[in-house]
């Protein structure tokens, strides 16, 4: 059996990742042998990162073998640091958080239930410590948890979930990424109505249901009705950007302006999250607050 190759897309579009998708699950239970061609990438952004990330998971839990090519010498170095090629290696232990000092990007981590409060407590001290002392990032690490338990409650995703989050220093930005391959933010919503004996609405509408305040579709407890509304609200308060993408809804929120369409083009049945936040928007960090927190 030939190995299979997919490239990522020429042109960085969001259609066109959307398409790799897509297009490469159709060869999922037919290839043992899978190449990555990074072509002659430069940068990879953390959304690409994690959609890259979950893509490669399905072969991988198919009994697929997986191995790179390609991506010039910057990339390559990067990929290096962030060790994304042993990932699917025998014995990596993805979901096993690690912590690794690599310069300003924390490592992709495929995401693990037990592990969601370390992760982003972490993200918050290194970030901190290592390159904004001045900054309070409790917003990063409380939307972090928030959008990292809604996986789990209500993706329904059998390979969970891949997260990355990376600073950028050149323009002042914290980015993190989160993709996972479940039923979509619209499905879960319009399961939930079924069960209600309700009708079904768009998914653009209800991608808006979803980041509604109070909004629940039988989230835990902790984070019943409340994850992608603080999200969408803290995002709009540090005049930050957030992208939704989650079957035929796309979501974008982009210094406080925001754009909700359905776009059957796309037909993503995960979910893909990305946030942007400007550093110089965070308050100061005040050191009373550590001293007596509990």
């Known amino acids: 059996m030939k190995p299979h190759t997919f490239r990522l897309?020429?042109?960085?579009?969001?259609?066109?990742?959307?398409?790799?998708i897509n297009e490469s699950l159709e060869y999922k239970n037919s290839v043992e042998n899978l190449i990555v061609d990074f072509g002659d990438y430069e940068f990879v952004a953390?959304?690409?990162?994690?959609v890259l990330a979950c893509l490669i998971e399905e072969f991988y839990q198919n009994g697929c073998k997986i191995s790179f090519v390609g991506g010039t010498r910057t990339l390559n170095k990067y990929l290096e640091n962030i060790r994304f090629k042993l990932y699917w290696e025998k014995g990596y232990e993805r979901d096993v958080y690690t912590n690794l000092k690599i310069g300003e990007v924390i490592p992709l981590w495929k995401i693990s239930n037990s592990m969601i409060d370390s992760y982003a407590n972490y993200t918050n001290d290194f970030f901190r410590r290592e390159f904004l002392k001045k900054k309070?990032?409790?917003?990063?690490?409380?939307n972090l948890k928030e959008v990292l338990n809604n996986i789990f409650d209500h993706a329904g995703s059998e390979n969970t979930g891949y997260v990355l989050t990376q600073y950028y220093p050149q323009n002042d930005i914290l980015s993190f990424s989160i993709c996972d391959f479940g039923i979509g933010i619209p499905s879960s919503v319009n399961d939930f109505?079924?069960?209600?004996?309700?009708?079904?609405?768009?998914?653009?509408?209800?991608?808006?249901?979803?980041i509604s305040l109070g909004f629940s579709a039988q989230s835990t407890i902790q984070n019943r009705g409340m994850g992608l509304n603080n999200l969408s609200e803290s995002i709009k308060a540090l005049d930050g950007t957030l992208a939704i993408i989650s079957n035929n809804a796309f979501y974008n929120m982009?210094?406080?302006?925001?754009?909700?369409?359905?776009n059957n083009?796309?037909?993503?049945?995960?979910?893909?999250?990305?946030?942007?936040?400007?550093?110089?928007?965070?308050?100061?960090?005040?050191?009373?607050?550590?001293?007596?927190?509990f």
């Open 254 to 262: 982009n210094q406080g302006k925001i754009i909700v369409r359905d």
């Open 265 to 293: 083009l796309i037909n993503f049945k995960g979910t893909l999250i990305a946030c942007d936040i400007p550093i110089n928007n965070l308050d100061d960090f005040d050191e009373s607050d550590s001293i007596y927190s």
């Open 9 to 20: 897309p020429r042109n960085k579009m969001v259609l066109d990742w959307m398409n790799l």
């Open 136 to 142: 309070d990032l409790i917003p990063l690490s409380a």
């Open 193 to 210: 109505r079924k069960k209600q004996g309700k009708a079904s609405i768009t998914d653009q509408q209800a991608i808006i249901k979803a």
């Open 46 to 50: 953390t959304e690409d990162f994690v």
